[in-house]
């Protein structure tokens, strides 16, 4: 089964969600401290993006649309990023 680029943005931002609650940080207060980018075309944010994405219809679901399927690779790559940074801290604190 495949997936467009909008559904792995969903994904990818639910992953992130999970990863700083886990780590008992603020969503943006995490992506901005493990480098990912919060706003990747620097006026919306992910967590914009994602809410359009769900809950609007128009233009603004739309651009978050067109934002998502652009930026979903990168938040991806990211992603694998912040894990592997993740990982490492574990492994040199035990």
Do not use: Q
């Amino acid at each position: 089964m495949d997936e467009d680029n909008v559904d792995r943005f969903l994904h990818y931002f639910i992953t992130l969600e999970m990863l700083a609650s886990l780590l008992e940080k603020k969503f943006e207060e995490f992506c901005n401290k493990t480098g990912v980018a919060y706003r990747p075309d620097s006026r919306h944010g992910i967590k914009w993006v994602r809410n359009k994405l769900l809950h609007s219809v128009g233009e603004d679901k739309e651009k978050a649309a067109e934002l998502a399927d652009k930026f979903a690779s990168i938040l991806g790559n990211e992603i694998f990023h912040v894990i592997k940074k993740i990982i490492e801290k574990l492994c040199h604190n035990t």
